[in-house]
């Protein structure tokens, strides 16, 4: 039997007359809090990071791909704050919050730890929490749900819990929050037909699956999945090298296979807030249950590897020209850890920046979307990228495949080209 709780949480819904709460306004919250208020709802962002809650009450984005335009098209119906107070005002409150690791690459859920806390604190009957935060199976039942269910009030008739994984690929010119379908899982019948009435007029497509465990692992799976076929790509380069033959040659030729074949490319290593880190929160949670997730283990080792391969075959051109790395000038074009987008958490280039410095190198780094970054206490600044800058290197390194950058202009003015991305221009 559906609670009326839910009924006339739903009624409301439908009429957009509720306002909705979205904790952590970053790569996935901001975007998020625009469809939401594009489909009428009133959205309140909740933040502890003032500097992000005053750019966003001022109109100013910090995140790519949210501009300031869009923020002025909701500007009437959204607003941020820093007081976890006025989460009660909310009906509906999203939890888009950090997920990292630990030193010891253990999940660490810190914040979705506060972020319930804050919740827990204005927690009152009639409110729906869902969960956005990619994190191990069992989360939101094991921390969210007793902790909520702690005030006295009870999942599934008080109040409604959910976890939707948040899809989101930064700089991805096609698919963004609302075209890409997303995953639902209740702890409670009602708890997934609230969340799928929440999320429905601002996402054109909802997968439902019947626990918040299910829909904690298709994240999971997703990331899991990237991190094993770029292991394997990874992988095939090596082989490939230690063959001479040309691996992109041999992707693409496969990758003309219509079916049972899917392309993936070997790079520097992996990079983002997601795919080095996610696959770990599987595999610690299945370490407590007795299981060692060989699949996940192996493609973390072949992936952090690549760094170290790309820097000896630094080492190993300046060799063939006479020259070592010590005292030699290495140019890293790219610091993000994708194209076109200016994010540098788990960035491979970041290594081989480590790397190449700790073998003598003096590294300098360009990168148009990354003007300055901070390593180990050490201020790094994007050297400008020019015909004389490129003639001056002893080695330009291509970590990131920027598509602003003139790979022709490199072509006719580099001494050496290390390219991880196969960026290069074949010629003129
Ligand atoms: N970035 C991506 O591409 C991506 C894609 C899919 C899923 N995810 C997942 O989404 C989650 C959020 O990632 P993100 O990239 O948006 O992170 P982010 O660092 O860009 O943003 C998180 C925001 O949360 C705020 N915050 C931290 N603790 C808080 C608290 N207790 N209360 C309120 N605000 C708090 C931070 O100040 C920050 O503004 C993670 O679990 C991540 O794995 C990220």
Redesign the pocket.
Same mark, same amino acid.
């Given at each position: 039997m559906s609670s009326k709780i839910a009924d006339a949480l739903i009624e409301r819904i439908e009429r957009r007359d509720i306002v909705f709460g979205i904790?952590?306004?970053? $790569? &996935?919250?901001l975007p998020l809090a625009v469809e939401l208020a594009r489909a009428g709802y009133r959205v309140l962002g909740? *933040? &502890?990071?003032p500097r &992000?809650v005053s750019g966003l009450n001022a109109g100013r984005s910090h995140?790519k791909d949210v501009s300031d335009e869009q923020l002025r098209e909701i500007a009437s119906r959204f607003s941020a704050t820093t007081d @976890?107070d006025r989460l009660r005002e909310a009906d509906a409150i999203s939890i #888009?919050? /950090?997920?990292p690791l630990s030193k010891f690459k253990d999940p660490d859920v810190s $914040?979705i730890v @506060? @972020?319930t806390e @804050?919740v827990k604190g204005t927690l009152r009957r009639g409110q729906a929490i869902i969960l956005?935060?990619?994190?191990y199976p069992g989360t939101t039942r094991e921390i969210l749900l007793p902790a909520l269910e702690s005030t006295g009030l009870t999942v599934g008739e008080d109040f409604f819990l959910a976890f939707s994984?948040?899809?989101?690929? /930064?700089g991805n010119p096609t698919y963004g929050t609302r075209n890409t379908p997303k995953v639902v899982g209740g702890i409670t019948h009602d708890c997934i037909r609230v969340a799928m009435a929440l999320y429905q007029p601002a996402i054109e497509m909802l997968v439902p699956v019947s626990t918040t465990e299910a829909a904690e692992l298709v994240?999971l799976l997703e990331n899991t999945f990237r991190s094993v076929n770029i292991g394997l790509v990874n992988e095939m380069a090596i082989v490939c090298d230690k063959l001479g033959v040309n691996v992109w040659e041999v992707i693409e030729a496969a990758a003309t296979k219509p079916f049972g074949f899917m392309k993936f490319l070997p790079g520097p290593g992996l990079g983002?807030? #997601?795919i080095p880190?996610?696959p770990h929160y599987l595999a610690w949670k299945m370490r407590g249950l007795n299981y060692k997730t060989r699949f996940i283990d192996l493609a973390g080792e072949l992936n952090t590897e690549m760094p170290l391969f790309w820097v000896r075959k630094v080492s190993e051109a300046l060799n063939e020209q006479g020259r070592a790395v010590r005292g030699a000038s290495v140019l890293v074009l790219g610091v993000a850890y994708k194209r076109d987008i200016d *994010?540098i958490r788990e960035s491979p280039a970041l290594d081989i920046i480590r790397l190449l410095e700790g073998q003598g190198a003096r590294v300098s780094y360009h990168d148009p979307h990354v003007p300055v970054f901070a390593e180990d206490g050490h201020e790094f600044r994007s050297v400008p990228l020019d015909p004389e800058s490129v003639a001056a290197a002893d080695c330009i390194m291509i970590v990131t495949d920027h598509s602003s950058i003139d790979y022709h202009m490199i072509r006719r003015k580099a001494k050496l080209v290390v390219d991880t991305r196969n960026a290069m221009p074949k010629e003129d």
């Open positions: 904790v952590g306004l970053g $790569y &996935v919250g909740f *933040d &502890v990071n &992000v995140v @976890a #888009c919050v /950090p997920t $914040y @506060a @972020a @804050a956005e935060s990619t994190t994984p948040e899809r989101v690929d /930064p994240k983002g807030h #997601c880190v996610d *994010d």
